[in-house]
């Protein structure tokens, strides 16, 4: 499974580098740790995405 190009993490995570990124794959999302990108990464369908980032906006209120 090749690795998507257009990774990107928040802008709230400044200059440190244990974040999460996160990159758009036709089919929903990839995940990859950013201290270790040559782990690999998880991929995500649109509707697990979807639902994930659901829950997350919710739990922020």
Not at 15 to 26: F, L
Not at 27 to 51: I, K, Y
């Amino acid at each position: 499974m090749q690795s998507p190009q257009n990774w990107r993490k928040s802008s709230y995570s400044g200059d440190r580098s244990n974040c999460v990124e996160v990159a758009d794959v036709p089919s929903g999302a990839a995940l990859r740790d950013s201290q270790n990108p040559d782990l690999g990464h998880l991929r995500f369908a649109l509707t697990e995405w979807t639902a994930f980032l659901g829950s997350a906006e919710t739990d922020l209120r």
